[in-house]
């Protein structure tokens, strides 16, 4: 028998202007649990969707226990046994558990569906491997959890024995990252072989066996586990010594900028509210942080502090006026910046050029529209040429690059460009370094610092435990829609903040 | 009395065949807007093959060769659909609206074609075809029993045991909400989506045989289908996309139509003095306000009217 | 290579990397692929005169051997491509904002209802009557919008029914003063003249043709106006900008309800005003008994696709397609009907859909050349 399930042998795969995968090679042993490291762009995804029949390599080649096999398709990936969870999942949310499961691998007699068996091999499935889930439930209605288990039943159903775990605990509270971590344990004890894409170096000390690293597409290397150090995997990872530690003063938080009291926003998703009596206080001079897992109303409350959506009851106070009621562009000119969660989404008109996303906020003052309405295309190209050359913004083409050819960083230092060099009294910041490499990171912390020390009030919101700790003076964790405590950096460990994230602690006394 | 609950069930029957093959396309992901259009393409090649007919034949081979005739002309016609929106990522309502206009365009070009060649002075675009018609009808005693009021309640039935109780239809299903999903456990997006707009091609061009064929016996293709295939999209979202509830909006919106026709028969109505123009805009003006109510929840597929890339994930 | 050779090629280069180069490519390629499938339809009906039918289509007034004849049915040609301008216009300024304006033929039928009854039943004079067309349309097209905006009912479906309860309408409120004989609105010229427009001399350029009206500069006027609406204006910034992505315009405080409601209201305007200057010539009346929408404004959708969806285009386009469109009339009627030309251009809106797809393999296939010639350096 070959020592390994499946080896991927120097995998090269290019795209227009990128190659992603550069000479990669990785060996999977069977029944263990082998970790790919590396950070956004690395070309982890990549890799993996060449494993799964998903992109076809230009060189390289594929072996299965030992014998060399072609993946054209998913569904060659399939007949292997290889299956994935990805890491945005594929459901079809108005499907059944069920039907989702057996969704390409259906059982029919007469031409009809029999679900009867599939129902018992799923349930047999679940309590061997402790999955649980209610196989008739609708996937629109259960929680991240449970549809992730959900996708690992649709690998099991499937009889895979290599499973692919792509970031599978990005949308995860701590306790069910343990939970996971669990069954990711049983399953390779079950002979299962299975790859662990991540970058978080905890969970790979805690569950891998070995961990192989990639570094802008290419492989750096493969580490025992248990003969390395999170310290070394990480200098493999970003190629250096990073500095976690943001430098700044202490912080001294002058008058109230944002006062918010007992807002309350209904939710789309479900009966709850999305946000629930919130009330919380932000002064000039401090970075106020809202941590918490993702979908905990921390989306919903920053709609509805920027006018996205209604608030159900409650009130917003900017510089002592009251705002609740105002439309966007009212608190938007009265002094509220707004880095939005989603760039794509929110932040950038993708097929506008740089210059017109640059006076996305500002095309309507005076200095770029005349009284009879017409643009001063003229200003506004010098305008964004000053702020593409301060706040160092890089494009192909300059002002008039379409902001779609652009790089997600240089997209995000365009959007911090234009909300800060708006001069704001608060600066409302969601996720700002989402999917950003280390050095864009670094850039737009020491922003977010530089505004504060000029006096201005800054609100982030971060899933990312490190920014939390090392970019605010003041943490509030959100849960469930309400604010669950409140802490000093300085006086709180990652792990009791990820207690009360998962909602098992709380403080009462926090309003 | 009669006359109206014939005349409702023969449109009803025309409403739930198109709307049932709207149904189809865009739950496999498909916004099929050009069921008008389709509708002429199907009932041109019905009436055609009615017309060149020998007389003498067995009622059943009329049908058969008719609706023959009818679902392969609308299921080719809708390959034009499926081979812009699927293989060249074409915006859909564009090209549903170009097949809407393409369709009496080539049903008149051909007719008139047809006429001319036969005789130089003909140059109408009328398509007799009085003797074939009578295969689809039953008389028992004054009501007027078709053919097609059965075959479309078989299609409707049909209809919902595909979608919901076979393999095909999950799959189509999953290819019109989360095609990505779909794909990642091996089912061929695109073969799904030809299968649904040629099921869509097919119905619809069936309605069309079928509408043409109720109360005349000879059809002017100048008129087109006189907006029934926009009335079936309209039935197709009052029902939101699911059969049975398909069928019941056609029944209303089919009864409003043969009100229409037949509201003479009914004292009551000749009392209110309404022009018949009123009950031809009843059933648009009704699912206009219907789609204010029902638009905010809407179950339409997710995924409907976005061409899926195999390249983006 | 001389510079001047590298300055030439780097021009080429640069012509096929600007999107309006490939959009005026893309469309002279539906054109001539239109025009192909036109004359292989004519083929097989009758292969002896399909030539000369092509040619006819084609030729559109030069059909007459007189100077003065062909000028004079220019000047009629002239006059219906200004009408489908504007309708072009109406879908391409919808289009802009991302609505689908389907409803552009409805909206130009409830104008040439406002218009015609204004000017029929109470004796309006021109300027009223096209005001009441546009105002009455405009409003037409503001139900779509408020529906969209207010109710997320899908305009195309809502444009849909819109269409048909605008026709019927129409033929209920113009059966009010139609002929008693015929189903024809009884024409103006004998009724009241004040509604014509009126035609400051441009009819001389046209062989007398008594149609050809201020209507024509009208329609011209409005394509620049739009054109410089869009491109020029804050009020275009956000029109496009909240098409392009409604979600950023709402995040950085446009109105985006207002905007898609205030579009559709203007989309509507500009069809209304289309029928208006169509039907206040006089060169035709509404039938009162027709049971479909005149195709006058999906033709406009053909139009506003054809020309690149840019107002400066849509004036070519737009005659271009009611050019064919009354050259079908020329065709030998023992063979052939003019609905051929119908049959042309729907099937030129139908290539349309594909010219986004052409343009995006012609990018990739640039950037693939280009890759290589960088590699190779």
Request: glycine share 10%; charged share 20%; aromatic share 8%.
């Amino acid at each position: 028998m070959a020592e390994y399930a499946i080896e991927m042998l120097n995998i090269t795969k290019k795209f227009p202007g990128i190659i992603a995968n550069d000479n990669i090679t990785l060996q999977l042993k069977k029944g263990e649990i082998h970790a790919l490291l590396g950070e956004n762009g690395a070309g982890k995804s990549t890799l993996m969707s060449v494993l799964f029949g998903l992109y076809q390599p230009e060189e390289g080649e594929i072996h299965k226990n030992g014998k060399r096999v072609t993946i054209n398709d998913p569904n060659d990936a399939n007949a292997l046994g290889i299956g994935m969870v990805h890491q945005h999942f594929k459901l079809v949310e108005c499907f059944s558990v069920l039907d989702n499961i057996i969704l390409g691998v259906e059982t029919t007699k007469g031409g009809l569906l029999q679900k009867e068996e599939a129902r018992k091999k799923v349930v047999a499935l679940s309590e061997k491997y402790g999955l649980s889930v209610d196989p008739d439930a609708i996937v629109e209605d259960i929680t991240v959890g449970m549809q992730q288990r959900t996708e690992i039943l649709k690998m099991l159903y499937r009889d895979n024995d290599i499973l692919i775990f792509d970031e599978p605990t990005a949308v995860l509270t701590p306790q069910e990252i343990q939970e996971l971590l669990t069954i990711m344990k049983n399953l390779a004890a079950e002979g299962k072989s299975i790859l662990f894409i991540t970058h978080k170096l905890a969970e790979i000390m805690q569950v891998a066996d070995r961990c192989s690293v990639l570094r802008k597409g290419k492989y750096i290397g493969t580490v025992s586990v248990k003969d390395t150090t999170p310290e070394k995997l990480s200098a493999m990872m970003v190629g250096r010594d990073v500095n976690f530690v943001v430098e700044k003063k202490p912080a001294t938080p002058k008058e109230v900028v944002l006062d918010v009291r007992n807002m309350t926003v209904a939710s789309k998703h479900h009966k709850n509210n999305a946000v629930n009596n919130v009330s919380l206080q932000v002064h000039r001079g401090e970075i106020v942080c809202i941590a918490g897992i993702d979908g905990n109303g921390q989306t919903e409350f920053v709609y509805g502090l920027s006018g996205l959506e209604p608030l159900k009851s409650g009130t917003i106070t900017m510089n002592g006026a009251d705002i609740t009621h105002l439309p966007i562009r009212r608190r938007l000119t009265m002094g509220m910046s707004h880095i939005p969660e989603d760039r794509h989404k929110h932040g950038l008109v993708l097929d506008y050029s740089l210059e017109d996303n640059i006076v996305l906020q500002r095309y309507f003052e005076p200095q770029f529209t005349n009284p009879f309405g017409f643009l001063k295309r003229k200003e506004i190209r010098k305008y964004a040429n000053r702020l593409i050359e301060q706040y160092d913004v890089r494009s192909g083409q300059g002002a008039v690059t379409k902001a779609r050819s652009m790089s997600g960083g240089n997209q995000q230092k365009a959007i911090i460009a234009r909300e800060i060099d708006k001069n704001p009294e608060l600066l409302i910041a969601v996720q700002p370094t989402r999917g950003l490499d280390v050095g864009a990171i670094e850039y737009i912390h020491k922003q977010l610092v530089a505004q504060r020390d000029a006096g201005k009030g800054v609100l982030l919101v971060s899933l990312e435990l490190d920014e939390v700790m090392n970019v605010s003076d003041r943490i509030l964790v959100m849960y469930e829609g309400e604010i669950v405590g409140e802490f000093d950096p300085k006086k709180v460990t990652v792990e009791e903040l990820g207690l009360y994230m998962a909602g098992s602690k709380r403080k009462e006394a926090v309003r | 009395m009669l006359l109206l609950i014939q005349y409702t069930l023969i449109f009803a029957s025309v409403l739930i065949l198109v709307a049932l093959g709207g149904c189809f396309s865009e739950h496999s992901g498909v916004i099929n807007i050009g069921l008008e259009g389709i509708m002429v393409i199907g009932a041109l090649g019905g009436a055609l093959t009615m017309r060149y007919l020998t007389a003498g034949m067995p009622a059943f081979v009329v049908i058969l060769l008719v609706v023959l005739a009818s679902v392969i002309s609308g299921m080719i016609f809708s390959l034009l659909l499926g081979v812009a929106a699927i293989k060249f990522n074409a915006d859909q309502t564009l090209v549903g609206t170009a097949l809407n206009l393409l369709g009496p365009a080539i049903a008149v070009v051909l007719v008139r074609a047809v006429n001319t060649a036969e005789s130089v002075d003909n140059v109408s675009s009328t398509v007799v075809y009085g003797q074939a018609k009578k295969a689809f009808l039953v008389n028992m005693g004054s009501f007027e029993f078709n053919w097609f009021m059965l075959i479309a309640l078989l299609i409707l039935i049909a209809s919902y045991i595909v979608l919901y109780k076979t393999r095909f239809g999950l799959r189509l299903c999953a290819c019109g909400e989360h095609p990505q999903a779909a794909d990642s456990v091996g089912i061929n997006v695109y073969k799904m989506r030809y299968a649904g707009v040629l099921i869509s091609g097919a119905l619809g061009g069936l309605g069309g045989l079928v509408y043409i064929t109720a109360g005349v016996s000879e059809w002017k293709f100048e008129n087109g289908v006189a907006g029934f295939g926009f009335l079936a999209l309209a039935v197709m979202i009052f029902g939101q996309w699911r059969p049975i509830n398909i069928g019941l909006t056609a029944l209303l919106f089919g009864m409003f139509r043969a009100l229409s026709n037949v509201y003479m028969g009914f004292d009551a109505l000749v009392a209110l003095k309404l022009p018949s123009t009123i009950y031809n805009m009843l059933p648009y003006i009704i699912s206009l306000i219907v789609l204010v109510f029902v638009s905010k929840k809407s179950r339409a597929p997710k995924a409907e009217g976005v061409p899926y890339d195999k390249g983006l994930r | 290579m001389s510079t001047e050779q590298k300055k030439e090629g780097s021009l080429l280069k640069k012509c096929i990397r600007n999107n309006g180069f490939q959009t005026i490519i893309g469309s002279l390629l539906c054109i001539i692929i239109g025009l192909f499938i036109g004359y292989i339809v004519l083929l097989v009906i009758n292969p002896q005169g399909a030539g000369k039918a092509i040619t006819a289509i084609l030729k559109n007034f030069l059909y007459y051997p007189s100077a003065a004849a062909a000028k004079k049915y220019f000047g009629t040609t002239l006059v219906k491509a200004s009408a489908l301008l504007m309708c072009s216009l109406s879908v391409l300024f919808a289009w802009k904002v991302g609505l689908f304006n389907i409803g552009a033929a409805g909206q130009y039928v409830i104008g040439a209802g406002a218009c015609l009854y204004c000017g029929l039943k109470f004796g309006m004079p021109w300027y009223g009557c096209l005001f009441a067309a546009m105002i009455a349309a405009a409003l037409v097209g503001a139900i779509s919008g408020a529906l969209k905006a207010y109710f997320n009912v899908n305009e195309v479906i809502s444009c849909i029914m819109l269409n048909w309860i605008g026709l019927y309408v129409v033929n209920m409120l113009l059966s009010n003063v139609k002929e008693q004989t015929t189903p024809y609105t009884r024409p103006l010229s004998s009724v009241n003249k004040s509604a014509l427009l009126p035609n400051i001399g441009l009819d001389k350029l046209f062989s007398k043709n008594e149609f050809v009206t201020i209507g024509l500069l009208l329609a011209v006027v409005a394509a620049i106006a739009i054109w410089i609406l869009l491109e020029k204006t804050k009020f275009g910034y956000e029109l496009k900008a909240t098409g392009l992505n409604k979600n950023a315009a709402k995040y950085c405080g446009m109105r985006e309800k207002t905007n898609i409601i205030l579009t559709m209201m203007i989309a509507g305007g500009l069809a209304g005003l289309g029928a208006g200057i169509f039907y206040l010539t006089g060169i035709e009346q509404w039938m009162v008994q027709q049971t479909s929408v005149p195709a006058m404004g999906f033709n406009g959708i053909a139009a506003a696709f054809l020309g690149g969806s840019n107002p400066i285009g849509a004036i070519f386009s737009s005659y271009f397609i009611q050019h064919i469109t009354s050259g079908g009339t020329y065709v030998d009627k023992t063979m052939y009907c003019s609905q051929i030309s119908d049959l042309i251009s729907a099937f030129i809106i139908y290539l349309c859909g594909f010219v986004f797809f052409f343009k995006v393999r012609l990018n990739r296939y640039l950037d693939k050349r280009d890759e290589k010639k960088g590699g190779a350096k």
